[in-house]
């Protein structure tokens, strides 16, 4: 059983690059009882505190979002999406349902994995909906909403991605360089995003925060 000492957290995009890792670092963490996963598929984990729920985020069931803290790490590409209505319902309607029912159940704390030049007004569209959905979410009014804006993710994504490749050889040049206000256009490890985004939510600030990827850097 869940020793009620501990907090429950909940996590989508429990399958992804920085979601995996992200994860793990809840599972091991002292400060969660039960961890939440809601997915479409089997992850195959075993752990004594993994709660895995098969969930339809097109017909959600309210009553299974319930958790003290929210960590989304769900995204996608226009590519693999292969519309951007596609696109946008994992970026930006999915993350917002799961605020909105966490809400309404109790959640106090969202975290939230955006991109580097998020901006709801921008003429870029990919910019634009994780600009959309950092306002939708700030406008939710959680006690602390904690926003992760890295740039160009590193790490093994299991799949091939030709732009992002050239962007892993071309950081390595650029990366020792990029310092002082250039250093959060540096490509970040996607496990330095996942370990900052388990610390962040157990500071007891309260507010919208930030976080840009030279300071997710340090984690």
Do not use: W
Not at 39 to 63: M, V, W, Y
């Amino acid at each position: 059983m869940t020793n009620p000492r501990y907090k429950t957290a909940l996590l989508i995009g429990a399958t992804g690059l920085v979601g995996k890792q992200v994860l793990q670092n809840l599972l091991n963490s002292e400060d969660y009882g039960e961890v939440k996963i809601l997915t479409r598929r089997d992850t195959g984990i075993q752990h004594q505190k993994l709660n895995e729920i098969f969930f339809n985020f097109d017909n959600p069931d309210a009553s299974l979002v319930k958790a003290d803290d929210i960590f989304c790490c769900l995204g996608t590409t226009i590519k693999k999406a292969r519309s951007e209505e596609s696109f946008k319902k994992v970026d930006f309607l999915y993350p917002l349902q799961i605020g909105r029912l966490g809400k309404l159940n109790g959640s106090t704390k969202y975290l939230l994995v955006s991109s580097m030049g998020a901006d709801a007004k921008s003429m870029i569209f990919y910019n634009r909906v994780k600009g959309e959905i950092e306002r939708e979410l700030t406008d939710l009014h959680f006690e602390t909403l904690h926003i992760l804006r890295p740039s160009l993710l590193l790490g093994d994504r299991g799949e091939t991605r030709t732009g992002e490749k050239i962007g892993e050889i071309l950081s390595k040049i650029l990366n020792p360089v990029m310092i002082g206000p250039l250093k959060k256009y540096a490509a970040i490890e996607s496990s330095k995003v996942a370990n900052g985004m388990v610390r962040l939510a157990q500071l007891p600030d309260k507010g919208t925060f930030i976080h840009d990827s030279a300071e997710l850097q340090q984690y």
